[in-house]
Protein backbone atom coordinates (compact mmCIF):
# COMPACT_ATOMS: atom_id res chain seq x y z
CA UNK A 1 0.00 0.00 0.00
CA UNK A 2 1.36 3.18 -0.96
CA UNK A 3 2.02 5.81 1.75
CA UNK A 4 1.49 9.85 0.77
CA UNK A 5 2.00 12.94 3.47
CA UNK A 6 1.36 16.54 2.73
CA UNK A 7 5.18 16.91 1.84
CA UNK A 8 4.85 14.18 -0.97
CA UNK A 9 1.80 15.87 -2.05
CA UNK A 10 3.46 19.24 -2.13
CA UNK A 11 6.12 17.70 -4.26
CA UNK A 12 3.70 16.52 -7.01
CA UNK A 13 0.94 19.18 -6.55
CA UNK A 14 1.36 22.74 -8.75
CA UNK A 15 -0.65 21.77 -11.58
CA UNK A 16 -3.99 23.53 -11.26
CA UNK A 17 -5.30 23.18 -14.79
CA UNK A 18 -4.78 19.10 -14.11
CA UNK A 19 -6.56 18.99 -10.52
CA UNK A 20 -9.10 21.55 -12.30
CA UNK A 21 -9.96 19.03 -15.35
CA UNK A 22 -10.16 16.16 -12.86
CA UNK A 23 -13.33 17.71 -11.09
CA UNK A 24 -14.69 18.24 -14.49
CA UNK A 25 -14.12 14.70 -15.18
CA UNK A 26 -15.41 13.65 -12.05
CA UNK A 27 -18.72 15.79 -12.66
CA UNK A 28 -19.22 14.01 -16.13
CA UNK A 29 -19.25 10.46 -14.23
CA UNK A 30 -21.91 12.26 -11.61
CA UNK A 31 -24.12 13.44 -14.75
CA UNK A 32 -23.57 9.68 -16.06
CA UNK A 33 -24.67 8.14 -12.89
CA UNK A 34 -21.51 6.31 -12.78
CA UNK A 35 -20.51 7.95 -8.95
CA UNK A 36 -22.02 6.52 -5.47
CA UNK A 37 -21.44 8.90 -2.34
CA UNK A 38 -24.18 8.42 0.85
CA UNK A 39 -24.73 11.28 2.71
CA UNK A 40 -21.83 12.34 5.15
CA UNK A 41 -22.44 11.85 8.61
CA UNK A 42 -20.88 14.10 11.23
CA UNK A 43 -19.41 12.66 14.25
CA UNK A 44 -19.70 15.69 17.40
CA UNK A 45 -18.52 15.08 20.86
CA UNK A 46 -18.35 17.58 23.77
CA UNK A 47 -17.17 20.86 21.97
CA UNK A 48 -20.42 21.40 19.39
CA UNK A 49 -18.13 23.60 16.88
CA UNK A 50 -15.89 20.49 16.40
CA UNK A 51 -16.98 17.62 13.94
CA UNK A 52 -15.12 14.88 12.40
CA UNK A 53 -16.66 13.80 8.79
CA UNK A 54 -16.51 10.28 6.84
CA UNK A 55 -16.93 10.44 3.07
CA UNK A 56 -16.89 7.77 1.40
CA UNK A 57 -17.66 7.49 -2.57
CA UNK A 58 -17.15 5.33 -5.48
CA UNK A 59 -16.18 7.00 -8.72
CA UNK A 60 -16.47 5.50 -12.51
CA UNK A 61 -15.34 5.61 -15.82
CA UNK A 62 -11.52 5.62 -16.19
CA UNK A 63 -10.84 6.41 -12.78
CA UNK A 64 -12.61 3.30 -11.54
CA UNK A 65 -11.72 4.55 -7.60
CA UNK A 66 -13.26 3.87 -4.19
CA UNK A 67 -12.33 5.37 -1.22
CA UNK A 68 -12.95 7.10 2.13
CA UNK A 69 -11.98 10.87 3.54
CA UNK A 70 -11.86 11.83 7.35
CA UNK A 71 -11.78 14.66 7.74
CA UNK A 72 -11.29 16.48 11.40
CA UNK A 73 -12.29 20.18 11.52
CA UNK A 74 -11.70 21.79 15.05
CA UNK A 75 -11.91 25.54 14.53
CA UNK A 76 -10.91 26.17 18.14
CA UNK A 77 -7.31 24.72 17.11
CA UNK A 78 -6.28 28.39 15.28
CA UNK A 79 -6.02 29.71 18.93
CA UNK A 80 -3.83 26.58 19.89
CA UNK A 81 -1.60 27.37 16.38
CA UNK A 82 -2.57 24.25 15.06
CA UNK A 83 -4.17 23.30 11.83
CA UNK A 84 -7.95 23.59 11.86
CA UNK A 85 -8.32 20.44 9.55
CA UNK A 86 -6.90 17.24 9.58
CA UNK A 87 -7.50 14.29 7.04
CA UNK A 88 -6.51 11.44 6.03
CA UNK A 89 -7.52 9.65 2.43
CA UNK A 90 -7.68 5.75 1.96
CA UNK A 91 -8.74 4.47 -1.72
CA UNK A 92 -9.41 1.07 -1.81
CA UNK A 93 -9.03 -1.14 -5.38
CA UNK A 94 -12.59 -0.69 -6.98
CA UNK A 95 -12.23 -4.06 -8.28
CA UNK A 96 -11.52 -6.08 -5.14
CA UNK A 97 -11.55 -3.90 -2.58
CA UNK A 98 -8.44 -4.01 -1.04
CA UNK A 99 -6.51 -1.08 0.36
CA UNK A 100 -4.25 1.04 -2.46
CA UNK A 101 -3.29 4.10 -0.70
CA UNK A 102 -3.43 5.90 2.19
CA UNK A 103 -2.87 10.06 1.46
CA UNK A 104 -2.62 11.76 5.24
CA UNK A 105 -2.83 15.73 4.90
CA UNK A 106 -5.31 18.35 4.76
CA UNK A 107 -4.13 19.84 2.00
CA UNK A 108 -5.31 17.13 -0.34
CA UNK A 109 -8.94 18.69 0.82
CA UNK A 110 -7.86 22.31 0.18
CA UNK A 111 -6.62 21.79 -3.36
CA UNK A 112 -9.91 19.50 -3.92
CA UNK A 113 -11.66 22.50 -2.20
CA UNK A 114 -10.10 25.37 -5.00
CA UNK A 115 -9.84 22.98 -7.88
CA UNK A 116 -13.82 23.08 -7.39
CA UNK A 117 -14.04 26.37 -6.98
CA UNK A 118 -11.64 26.80 -10.26
CA UNK A 119 -14.34 24.36 -11.91
CA UNK A 120 -17.18 26.95 -11.26
CA UNK A 121 -14.80 30.30 -12.44
CA UNK A 122 -13.54 28.20 -15.61
CA UNK A 123 -17.19 28.50 -16.16
CA UNK A 124 -18.07 31.72 -15.49
CA UNK A 125 -15.15 33.26 -17.76
CA UNK A 126 -16.81 31.36 -20.44
CA UNK A 127 -19.78 33.15 -20.42
CA UNK A 128 -18.93 36.67 -18.91
CA UNK A 129 -15.76 37.21 -20.72
CA UNK A 130 -13.91 40.26 -19.66
CA UNK A 131 -10.38 42.05 -20.13
CA UNK A 132 -10.13 41.81 -16.30
CA UNK A 133 -11.52 40.49 -13.38
CA UNK A 134 -10.96 41.90 -9.65
CA UNK A 135 -10.58 39.10 -6.73
CA UNK A 136 -11.45 39.68 -3.87
CA UNK A 137 -11.15 37.31 -0.57
CA UNK A 138 -12.16 37.24 3.09
CA UNK A 139 -10.14 34.37 5.04
CA UNK A 140 -6.20 33.82 4.41
CA UNK A 141 -5.52 30.62 5.97
CA UNK A 142 -4.61 27.34 4.52
CA UNK A 143 -7.81 27.50 2.15
CA UNK A 144 -7.52 30.75 1.60
CA UNK A 145 -4.47 30.70 -0.12
CA UNK A 146 -4.92 28.08 -2.08
CA UNK A 147 -7.13 29.80 -3.60
CA UNK A 148 -5.56 32.91 -4.26
CA UNK A 149 -2.63 30.47 -5.46
CA UNK A 150 -5.13 28.65 -8.06
CA UNK A 151 -7.10 31.97 -9.45
CA UNK A 152 -3.38 33.30 -10.12
CA UNK A 153 -1.98 30.10 -11.55
CA UNK A 154 -4.86 30.14 -13.63
CA UNK A 155 -6.12 33.73 -14.52
CA UNK A 156 -3.81 35.90 -13.20
CA UNK A 157 -3.10 37.83 -16.52
CA UNK A 158 -6.47 38.47 -16.51
CA UNK A 159 -6.95 39.40 -12.64
CA UNK A 160 -6.66 43.08 -12.49
CA UNK A 161 -6.10 43.53 -8.36
CA UNK A 162 -7.02 41.67 -5.62
CA UNK A 163 -8.17 42.40 -2.30
CA UNK A 164 -7.44 40.20 0.86
CA UNK A 165 -9.37 40.78 4.19
CA UNK A 166 -8.76 38.41 7.42
CA UNK A 167 -9.19 39.78 10.98
CA UNK A 168 -6.20 38.60 11.69
CA UNK A 169 -2.99 39.94 10.57
CA UNK A 170 -2.45 39.10 7.36
CA UNK A 171 1.63 37.63 6.76
CA UNK A 172 2.67 39.79 3.72
CA UNK A 173 5.20 36.98 3.03
CA UNK A 174 2.64 33.91 2.35
CA UNK A 175 1.86 35.85 -1.01
CA UNK A 176 4.36 35.04 -4.07
CA UNK A 177 6.64 37.70 -5.07
CA UNK A 178 5.20 37.29 -8.78
CA UNK A 179 1.93 38.77 -8.36
CA UNK A 180 2.38 40.52 -4.64
CA UNK A 181 1.99 43.76 -6.77
CA UNK A 182 -1.49 43.19 -7.27
CA UNK A 183 -2.68 42.52 -3.80
CA UNK A 184 -3.98 44.78 -1.32
CA UNK A 185 -4.35 43.58 2.12
CA UNK A 186 -8.16 45.43 3.28
CA UNK A 187 -9.46 46.35 6.84
CA UNK A 188 -12.50 45.30 6.31
CA UNK A 189 -14.60 42.41 4.16
CA UNK A 190 -17.00 45.04 2.63
CA UNK A 191 -13.68 46.51 0.94
CA UNK A 192 -12.73 43.24 -0.62
CA UNK A 193 -16.20 42.65 -1.21
CA UNK A 194 -17.85 45.46 -3.11
CA UNK A 195 -15.99 45.77 -6.41
CA UNK A 196 -14.95 42.08 -6.18
CA UNK A 197 -15.98 39.83 -10.19
CA UNK A 198 -15.21 36.76 -7.75
CA UNK A 199 -15.50 36.56 -4.31
CA UNK A 200 -14.70 34.10 -1.92
CA UNK A 201 -15.67 33.04 1.42
CA UNK A 202 -12.72 31.21 3.21
CA UNK A 203 -13.40 31.60 6.57
CA UNK A 204 -14.48 29.75 9.99
CA UNK A 205 -16.90 33.00 10.54
CA UNK A 206 -19.91 31.07 13.20
CA UNK A 207 -22.51 33.86 12.10
CA UNK A 208 -23.03 35.34 8.89
CA UNK A 209 -22.26 38.87 8.78
CA UNK A 210 -22.29 39.91 4.42
CA UNK A 211 -25.18 42.19 4.29
CA UNK A 212 -24.74 44.21 1.27
CA UNK A 213 -25.62 43.64 -2.53
CA UNK A 214 -23.14 42.29 -4.57
CA UNK A 215 -21.66 44.22 -7.26
CA UNK A 216 -23.56 43.68 -11.13
CA UNK A 217 -22.67 40.05 -12.37
CA UNK A 218 -20.42 39.23 -9.54
CA UNK A 219 -19.87 35.49 -8.83
CA UNK A 220 -20.00 34.52 -5.00
CA UNK A 221 -18.20 31.72 -4.28
CA UNK A 222 -19.40 30.94 -0.65
CA UNK A 223 -16.89 28.31 0.41
CA UNK A 224 -17.52 28.51 3.86
CA UNK A 225 -20.88 28.28 3.38
CA UNK A 226 -21.84 30.39 6.44
CA UNK A 227 -21.12 34.23 5.77
CA UNK A 228 -24.03 35.75 3.65
CA UNK A 229 -27.04 37.04 5.84
CA UNK A 230 -29.99 36.78 4.18
CA UNK A 231 -29.84 40.70 3.00
CA UNK A 232 -28.46 38.95 0.15
CA UNK A 233 -30.97 35.94 -1.30
CA UNK A 234 -32.81 38.52 -3.21
CA UNK A 235 -30.13 39.57 -5.37
CA UNK A 236 -29.49 35.31 -6.22
CA UNK A 237 -32.56 33.79 -5.64
CA UNK A 238 -32.66 32.66 -9.35
CA UNK A 239 -28.71 32.11 -9.67
CA UNK A 240 -27.67 29.90 -6.78
CA UNK A 241 -25.97 26.86 -7.96
CA UNK A 242 -24.65 24.59 -5.21
CA UNK A 243 -22.58 21.35 -5.43
CA UNK A 244 -25.19 18.64 -3.70
CA UNK A 245 -28.27 20.28 -2.09
CA UNK A 246 -28.95 16.99 0.20
CA UNK A 247 -25.48 18.08 1.39
CA UNK A 248 -25.60 21.81 1.56
CA UNK A 249 -28.91 22.29 2.85
CA UNK A 250 -28.20 21.07 6.76
CA UNK A 251 -25.28 21.94 9.18
CA UNK A 252 -26.98 25.56 9.79
CA UNK A 253 -25.41 26.82 6.38
CA UNK A 254 -26.79 29.91 4.29
CA UNK A 255 -28.76 27.31 1.88
CA UNK A 256 -30.23 25.60 5.03
CA UNK A 257 -31.22 29.26 5.84
CA UNK A 258 -32.57 30.66 2.97
CA UNK A 259 -34.69 27.27 2.71
CA UNK A 260 -36.16 27.39 6.32
CA UNK A 261 -36.43 31.34 6.65
CA UNK A 262 -36.65 32.65 2.62
CA UNK A 263 -38.66 29.55 1.25
CA UNK A 264 -35.55 28.74 -1.18
CA UNK A 265 -36.53 24.97 -2.37
CA UNK A 266 -34.29 22.52 -4.36
CA UNK A 267 -35.80 23.23 -7.55
CA UNK A 268 -34.67 26.79 -7.35
CA UNK A 269 -31.55 26.08 -7.34
CA UNK A 270 -28.53 24.08 -10.04
CA UNK A 271 -26.37 21.85 -9.38
CA UNK A 272 -22.60 21.63 -10.40
CA UNK A 273 -24.08 19.12 -13.22
CA UNK A 274 -26.38 21.67 -14.53
CA UNK A 275 -23.54 24.03 -14.69
CA UNK A 276 -20.07 21.89 -15.84
CA UNK A 277 -22.67 19.56 -18.26
CA UNK A 278 -25.50 21.41 -18.85
CA UNK A 279 -24.41 24.77 -19.55
CA UNK A 280 -26.72 26.84 -16.85
CA UNK A 281 -24.72 29.81 -16.63
CA UNK A 282 -25.81 30.41 -20.33
CA UNK A 283 -29.72 30.83 -18.90
CA UNK A 284 -28.43 33.49 -16.53
CA UNK A 285 -29.05 36.92 -16.83
CA UNK A 286 -25.70 39.16 -17.89
CA UNK A 287 -26.67 41.15 -15.02
CA UNK A 288 -27.07 39.18 -12.26
CA UNK A 289 -24.85 37.55 -9.84
CA UNK A 290 -24.43 33.97 -9.62
CA UNK A 291 -23.36 32.61 -5.96
CA UNK A 292 -22.04 29.01 -5.83
CA UNK A 293 -22.36 26.58 -2.52
CA UNK A 294 -20.30 23.57 -2.32
CA UNK A 295 -20.10 21.66 0.74
CA UNK A 296 -17.78 19.11 -0.04
CA UNK A 297 -18.65 15.69 -2.24
CA UNK A 298 -16.60 12.59 -1.72
CA UNK A 299 -16.44 11.88 -5.43
CA UNK A 300 -13.80 14.90 -6.23
CA UNK A 301 -12.04 13.92 -2.77
CA UNK A 302 -11.88 10.36 -3.99
CA UNK A 303 -10.70 11.67 -7.69
CA UNK A 304 -7.89 13.72 -6.87
CA UNK A 305 -6.77 11.68 -4.19
CA UNK A 306 -6.51 9.36 -7.22
CA UNK A 307 -4.96 11.86 -9.83
CA UNK A 308 -2.10 11.99 -6.80
CA UNK A 309 -1.94 8.37 -6.32
CA UNK A 310 -1.81 7.48 -10.26
CA UNK A 311 1.30 10.40 -10.29
CA UNK A 312 3.10 9.63 -7.39
CA UNK A 313 3.13 5.62 -8.03
CA UNK A 314 4.26 6.49 -11.80
CA UNK A 315 7.43 9.03 -10.36
CA UNK A 316 8.10 6.92 -7.63
CA UNK A 317 7.16 9.17 -5.03
CA UNK A 318 5.69 8.35 -1.38
CA UNK A 319 6.82 5.39 0.46
CA UNK A 320 5.38 1.74 -0.17
CA UNK A 321 4.33 -0.53 3.30
CA UNK A 322 4.41 -3.76 3.65
CA UNK A 323 0.88 -5.80 4.13
Same mark, same amino acid.
Given at each position: ?????????????????????????????????? %?????? *??????? *???????????????????? &??????????????????? %?? @???????????????????????????????? &?????????????????????????????????????? &?????????? *?????????????????????????????????????????????????????????????????????????????????????? &?????????????? @??????????? %?????????????? *??????????????????????????????
Amino acid at each position: MLYLNEGHVMEMHGDWEETVSVIEETVRYLEQGD %CVQPVK *PYLRFRD *PANRIIAMPAFVGGQMNAAG &IKWIASFPGNVDKHLPRAS %CV @VILNHADTGEPKAIIHTALLSTIRTASVTGSV &IREYVRHRPKAAYNLGITGFGPIGRQHLQMAMSLWGER &IGKVKLYDPR *PIDIRLIPESYRDKVVVTDSWQDAYEDADWFMTCTVAPEPYIDRRPKEGALLLNISLRDFKNDVFPYVRDTIVVDSWEEVCREKTD &IERFHLQEGLQQTA @VRSITDLIVGG %CMEAFPADAPIMFN *PMGMAVFDVAIATYFVNKALRDNVGHMLPA
